[in-house]
Structure formats: C-alpha cells, structure tokens
C-alpha cells in the first residue's frame, strides 16, 4: 500500500482568507481524491485530480472555491478558497493502492 | 452522494463482546470495503470483499455481503478498547468509491 504524507495536520483560519493542503504520495498514482468530512459526520468526496488535467469536481463543489493541483504523480493539493466557518472540516486526500484506498491522516481546518 | 447507510449510527459494548454493525447500499457494486478511523484521523482500510463473494475473514475481523439485500455486515469479535473508533462502508462507483454515513464504536471497559 502506498504512504501518504498530508500537512498541515491542522489550522486555525480567519475568515476570507484560503488554507492550501499537500498531500505527497511514496509513489506514483494516477488519481488522487480529496475529500471532506464535516463534524460528526461521513466523508463526502470533493474532486478527483488527475495529472495532467483538470481535476473532476462531485456535484456541490466548485473549482473556484476548491481550486487543485496536480503537477505530478506523486503530489496534489487542495486550495479552500475564502473561508468561512462553514468550511471548518477534515479535509483528506486518497490514492487508490492494491486492494483499497490509503488515506492520508487528515487536515483539521477551524475557521473563525 | 452518500450509497452506503450504516446501522447502527451508534455501538456501545463491554469489552470482550462481538461487535455486529450492518451497511446497506442502492446500486450494483463491484466490491463493498470497510474502513476505520480513530477520532478524527485519516482511514485505514480494513477489508474489501468482492460482489461473487459472500463472506470473508481477516483476524477479529468478519464481512458478509448479501447483493440480493444490497447488504453488508461486519463482525469484530472479542472487541478490545482499541476497537472504539467510526466505521465506515464504502461502495465502488467509476474511478470512485462512495462512503456511508459511519457507525460509531465504543468498547467500554
């Protein structure tokens, strides 16, 4: 399975302003997913990100607010654009490996 | 959108006691897997059982899949303290797969 190193583990925000998240994968992959999950509650996937593409974005989330890069196969990150309390979650990358995905340990974003 | 939907939402034990929570899902599947996560934490994929499979094993650790109920189970057996922590199903789309709502775990002493 593959290792992912995601930072930063957590942050405290002011509204407005935009917190960019790294994920770094210990090999190459094709797709890296971004997900949030929100208190309490399940994980909800946000975009798909493809090197060399632009990323897919699920139905209720938007690329200007969630703007990703994918300048290689081993890296992406995720941009939370102009915060708001609202966008205070757990935010996790994903690569698909073997016979599931590996997570990575998750960026705990407060907005205040 | 969410496929998979645990019950139940919540599991309290005694130590030592198997653990039953149960997934049910819409759609056709390919494979069902099942993931843990501590507190918050990044999740760890515990198993993945396969659509022409109806059970299967790993340490503590038991899925049954029943794709005529569009349902899944997991069994941990002799729960430890270590076990507390949110499961969760998650069911394979195109290039994706969707996660439940959760099932939360304690182990009581």
């Known amino acids: 399975s593959a290792v992912i190193s995601q930072k930063p583990s957590r942050d405290i925000c002011q509204r407005g302003t935009s917190l960019t998240i790294q994920c770094q994968v210990d090999?190459?992959?094709?797709?890296m997913f971004w997900y949030r999950q929100q208190p309490g509650q399940s994980l909800t996937l946000i975009a798909t990100?493809?090197?060399?593409?632009?990323?897919?974005?699920e139905s209720g989330f938007v690329i200007d607010k969630f703007p990703i890069s994918r300048p290689n196969l081993t890296f992406s990150t995720l941009t939370v654009s102009n915060m708001s309390p609202e966008d205070s979650s757990i935010y996790l990358c994903s690569v698909e490996k073997g016979f599931g995905y590996t997570f990575g340990s998750g960026t705990r974003l407060t907005v205040v | 959108s969410q496929q998979g939907e645990e019950d139940p939402q919540a599991l309290s034990i005694q130590e030592g006691e198997n653990a039953t929570m149960n997934c049910s899902y819409k759609?056709?599947?390919?494979?069902l897997q099942w993931y843990r996560q501590n507190s918050g934490r990044g999740l760890v994929h515990l198993i993945l059982i396969r659509s022409n499979e109806r059970e299967k094993h790993s340490g503590r650790l038991r899925v049954t899949l029943d794709t005529s109920k569009k349902s899944s189970s997991l069994l941990i057996t002799a729960s430890r303290a270590a076990d507390t922590a949110s499961y969760f199903c998650a069911t394979d789309e195109p290039n994706k797969i969707i996660f439940g709502k959760g099932t939360r775990l304690h182990i009581l002493p």
């Open positions: 090999s190459q992959v094709t797709m």
């Open positions: 990100a493809n090197q060399g593409s632009e990323a897919t974005y």
């Open positions: 759609t056709s599947i390919n494979n």
